[in-house]
């Protein structure tokens, strides 16, 4: 039965080389015992976390009243949209998780590149390259923060030594450059991750197509578009989704790095829920926007999947 | 090939790797060298890019006071378990999702990535009470477990997709010879996503290794504390941030699991560079 | 085989260590949480079954702050050997919602240290257990008006002051000096202030840079619309009006933005400063005046790195005088407040009143400088025993206005407060509209 089977998916496409078929009982268990660790961790420790936190965004409740909360409908919904606030903070957080890793991916793929190369001292330069992933984000933010602090920050005397600038930015309270800078402070923190992804995706790559390519004539452009890339596709995927997935979450550096300002400027999505949930206090308003903000993550990640085709057959 | 285009090639290559290293290592550097400074020059304009006084005061203290090697013992221990408990959780859901069809298969790969599209922020109070509820409150398998729930979903995906990429020729061939299907897992499969292992271990380890929020929420007994949680604790105070102390912390804990890592580096090229992955 | 074997085993020994770990953990909270059987009248004091009071703060693990701490719990225990004081350790930035957090999971420790920024927050919760009865009315009476005031919520004391401070002006003698002021005459009035900022900013550092005359904070922290109520009540404004109304739509607050704003314009004042930079900044001589707690002392000691050498180059005054004929100034506290759900509130309650006894105040007022909010200590020759704790303590007592009451919508209120601030300077919006917006959002928030 799987013979059958087998030799229609042993296509030499990559993709479609993994499909089992089975109705075995055997076979069920299987999958169901290797299923079941990965079920049963999510469900009981964040998935019932989740589901309370829908529950109690139909409820009015604060951090005041926590024991008499009455339930609301849709109200916390409608609050959350009454003010502008929400659509600040989705606007800000698209632009921020969008442009940080496309700006990523593509100052990735040039580093990984280069690292694939054969270049003096490459292992060193790859196990350094992976310091800025170590420091823990709130130590990148207060560096960053630092390193940007407009009276005896760093980047402003580099700068203004340079030439290239006239006088001190302030750029965390800028209200055209506190998102750059944070933007800058998480490409810093996240470059090295997605290299080191991208480059051990490399080196699985096969010299021999590289070889055959130069034979029939291949410029470099052609085998990067024709070879590389098609070859990391699952990676690229894998990688990207997280990014933007954890990018859309970060809290620490725009807490620390700016508390969500100047004004709404660097008010993401996270800061708006915490600052709801724990400074004004409302604890349904906060859910609100957490489920929403599932719903919109949900329908980005199925809309990903369709356009990239992470789907299976 | 054209001399002229190699050369140009090569030095704009060069060009660019320089770039990226100043940039990424800079800062590094620079929190090093805040590290050797006394307070008193921390601020100075123009800065002291090699300090001109270096001091170890900074290292003595950090060395000399027992809380450090606690708070950098208890991240690795909880690192270290997440990655662990992780890695054991997602090789076996990965290889589920990656050879096997059925029915809400995609439903459920969903569900699993939705619980980490939910901001933890919002639920601090429901994962509070429930870990309070098993008993797992200041409890370092409580943070593993903590750490380990939010890596999975990645995790399995990531694994997924290195199964993906190996040719089933190799199961169905060991199938006719007779092998159970965890027997295949064993002996075929994972030795051959090693570094799918590799990613998944670094990317477990780093996620955990940085985690404050869930820190802070589920434990605040010092001796059982992670390092950015003592890092907020004791340098992130109310009236002042200690530059010079929280650098100095950062580099030390930052080069151990640097030497790891460089360690792990020989481990994960002779892996992927020795045996062939497809078919 | 023989890697997965190693696996496994490396996975079993981690859980097993951690699970013993666990079990530790479990069987210690398990013998500490079966110990409070302490009755909860507030006559008596049981003193004979040992009991345990949870204590969450942040300044146990801070270095200028955790000698205080460690000894409050010792002698305390001397005094009192069955009941042991078990600190919580939770950072700065994270207490009040960790605190939250753990309440509404029935698991609050028995007396925490807040903030006053978000002190209504707890007062107008029901986490926090009214003060009056377990405290007596003799102690409460003994507590500065503007901080009872502050402190009460539906007319009872939610929360007692802690190392209460006012906020007073620094300035740099030796800036003074270099800009041609006299060092020993610091403003006596806002104008006097301005013109002197203005001079001060004329001057460079000996190291070529900038010199601010005047800081304020602006960075979007309810603290900092905390303590800009301390310049709108020296423009005559306020939160509410005459009829307890919320109307800062008004031509003082107007004023008090465009102060901020001319600050900011000119060049006087750092942009988007937090307090911490501010004080960074005083600490290395580039900022010639700004307005901090008393606690500005030890912080610039250790910031400059010269320690005390540091303490002549600055010096200290009373808010200067604006527009109500008076210094005015605002206080601040970490306030200490009893869990509703605390099983050992008669032990706490002690406890509060033991750490603000004068014993415990001067032993934390020789090592950090605090202050006392109790009428009773104001003229102790123990807490003034310096220049700088006098004009504190002259402050404290004497040139303090009460904070707006306590209400739920309080905390967000300073955040927007601040966010105001920052629509002036960095966003340089019209004071007169932003005062309206702000008008507008207190209103909603403040019912």
Request: hydrophobic share 45%; glycine share 6%.
């Amino acid at each position: 039965m799987s013979e059958k089977n087998s030799t229609k998916a042993s296509s030499i496409s990559i993709r479609q080389n993994r499909l089992l078929l089975s109705n075995s009982v055997k076979d069920r268990i299987f999958l169901i015992t290797i299923l079941a660790p990965a079920f049963i961790l999510l469900c009981f420790t964040i998935f019932i976390p989740i589901m309370k936190s829908v529950y109690m965004s139909f409820f009015d409740i604060t951090l005041t009243n926590i024991k008499s909360a009455a339930w609301n409908n849709f109200a916390n919904y409608r609050d959350v949209f009454s003010t502008g606030d929400f659509g600040t903070a989705l606007k800000n957080t698209v632009f921020y998780a969008s442009s940080v890793v496309i700006i990523q991916f593509i100052l990735s793929m040039a580093l990984a590149m280069i690292l694939n190369m054969n270049i003096p001292g490459r292992k060193l330069l790859r196990t350094l390259v992976l310091i800025p992933w170590i420091v823990p984000t709130i130590v990148v933010a207060l560096l960053w923060m630092w390193i940007f602090q407009p009276q005896y920050g760093v980047m402003n005397h580099i700068l203004m030594g340079t030439g290239i600038i006239n006088e001190p930015k302030t750029w965390l309270s800028d209200l055209k450059l506190a998102m750059p800078s944070v933007m800058i402070a998480a490409l810093w923190r996240q470059l090295p991750f997605m290299t080191i992804m991208l480059l051990s995706g490399m080196q699985s790559i096969p010299e021999d197509m590289y070889e055959a390519a130069v034979i029939d004539g291949a410029n470099k452009k052609q085998m990067f578009f024709h070879i590389t890339l098609p070859f990391l596709a699952n990676v690229i995927k894998t990688v990207t989704l997280v990014a933007v997935i954890e990018n859309f979450k970060m809290f620490p550096l725009f807490w620390i790095m700016t508390g969500g300002g100047p004004v709404m400027a660097t008010t993401t999505l996270a800061i708006l829920s915490y600052q709801t949930a724990f400074t004004s206090l409302n604890l349904g308003k906060g859910a609100a926007i957490g489920v929403l903000w599932l719903l919109i993550l949900i329908l980005f990640s199925w809309g990903y999947n369709k356009l990239f085709s992470l789907r299976e057959d | 090939m054209n001399n002229k285009k190699d050369y140009f090639t090569l030095i704009s290559t060069r060009v660019l790797l320089v770039v990226f290293l100043i940039f990424l290592l800079f800062p590094v550097y620079w929190m090093i060298s805040t590290s050797f400074k006394d307070n008193s020059v921390l601020f100075k304009i123009p800065p002291e890019w090699i300090p001109q006084n270096p001091t170890i005061k900074n290292y003595v203290k950090l060395l000399s006071e027992n809380y450090f090697l606690t708070y950098y013992k208890n991240s690795f221990i909880v690192s270290g378990g997440a990655t662990v408990l992780t890695m054991f959780v997602a090789m076996f859901a990965g290889y589920g999702f990656s050879r096997f069809r059925f029915r809400a298969k995609n439903l459920i790969m969903l569900l699993i990535l939705s619980t980490q599209m939910f901001p933890v922020v919002s639920l601090l109070i429901s994962l509070y009470t429930m870990y309070k509820n098993y008993g797992l409150l200041n409890n370092r398998f409580g943070l593993v477990l903590a750490m380990t729930t939010a890596s999975l979903p990645f995790s399995i995906l990531m694994i997924k997709g290195f199964f993906d990429d190996i040719s089933i020729h190799l199961e169905e061939a060991a199938r006719i010879d007779g092998c159970g299907r965890f027997g295949i897992l064993w002996r075929i499969i994972f030795p051959l996503a090693k570094p799918g292992f590799l990613a998944v271990g670094i990317y477990t380890f780093l996620l955990a290794w940085d985690d404050l929020l869930y820190s802070i929420t589920l434990v605040n007994k010092d001796e059982l504390r992670t390092l950015p949680s003592g890092i907020s604790m004791r340098y992130m105070g109310e009236f002042a941030y200690d530059w010079a102390n929280v650098m100095t912390v950062c580099v030390t804990a930052t080069i151990p699991v640097l030497i790891l890592f460089m360690f792990l580096q020989r481990y994960m090229v002779a892996g992927l560079t020795a045996g062939a992955v497809k078919g | 085989m023989k890697k997965l074997a190693c696996l496994l085993l490396a996975g079993i020994i981690s859980v097993s260590m951690l699970a013993g770990c666990g079990s530790e953990e479990k069987a210690a909270q398990n013998s500490s949480a079966s110990q409070s059987p302490a009755s909860q009248t507030a006559a008596q004091t049981s003193d004979d079954t040992p009991v345990t009071v949870k204590f969450a703060n942040w300044g146990m693990s801070e270095a200028a702050t955790k000698p205080v701490f460690e000894q409050i719990a010792e002698s305390y225990k001397a005094l009192h050997p069955n009941t042991t004081i078990e600190y919580v350790g939770i950072p700065y930035g994270d207490i009040k919602q960790q605190t939250f957090v753990m309440a509404a999971s029935g698991n609050a420790p028995d007396i925490i240290q807040t903030h006053t920024a978000w002190f209504s927050t707890y007062a107008t919760s029901d986490i926090v257990e009214p003060l009056d009865e377990l405290l007596g009315k003799e102690y409460i009476d003994d507590i500065i008006d503007s901080y009872k005031a502050d402190y009460t919520y539906n007319g009872k004391l939610m929360g007692i002051p802690w190392a209460p401070s006012p906020y007073v002006l620094y300035y740099n003698k030796e800036i003074f000096k270099k800009a041609g002021l006299d060092p020993e005459m610091p403003p006596k009035t806002y104008d006097e202030m301005l013109a002197m900022a203005r001079t001060i900013s004329k001057v460079k550092a000996d190291d070529g840079n900038k010199i601010y005359g005047f800081g304020e904070a602006t960075d979007k922290l309810p603290i900092n619309g905390l303590v800009a109520l301390r310049n709108i009540y020296s423009f005559n404004g306020s939160v509410y009006d005459k009829d307890s109304k919320v109307n800062v739509n008004t031509p003082e607050v107007i004023e008090t933005l465009k102060f901020y704003q001319t600050i900011s314009n000119e060049g006087l004042s750092p942009a988007g400063a937090k307090l911490k930079d501010l004080r960074n900044l005083f600490s290395i001589g580039q900022l010639g005046m700004y307005m901090d707690g008393y606690y500005g002392k030890a912080v610039f000691r250790n910031l400059s790195g010269k320690g005390e050498a540091f303490d002549k180059v600055w010096g200290v005054a009373l808010v200067p005088v604006n527009k109500t004929g008076k210094s005015v100034s605002i206080g601040e506290a970490h306030g200490l407040v009893i869990s509703r759900d605390s099983k050992v509130k008669t032990q706490a309650a002690d406890i509060l009143k033991y750490i603000t006894s004068k014993e415990m105040i001067t032993q934390y007022h020789k090592s950090n400088d605090v202050l006392s909010a109790r009428k009773s200590l104001s003229a102790d020759p123990d807490l003034n025993d310096s220049d700088f704790a006098r004009i504190c303590v002259e402050q404290l007592n004497n040139y303090i206005q009460p904070l707006p009451a306590n209400n739920p919508g309080m905390e967000q209120g300073y955040l927007e407060i601040a966010t105001a601030l920052q629509r002036v300077t960095v966003g340089k919006e019209e004071p007169a509209k932003v005062a309206q917006d702000l008008d507008a959002k207190l209103k909603g928030l403040l019912k």
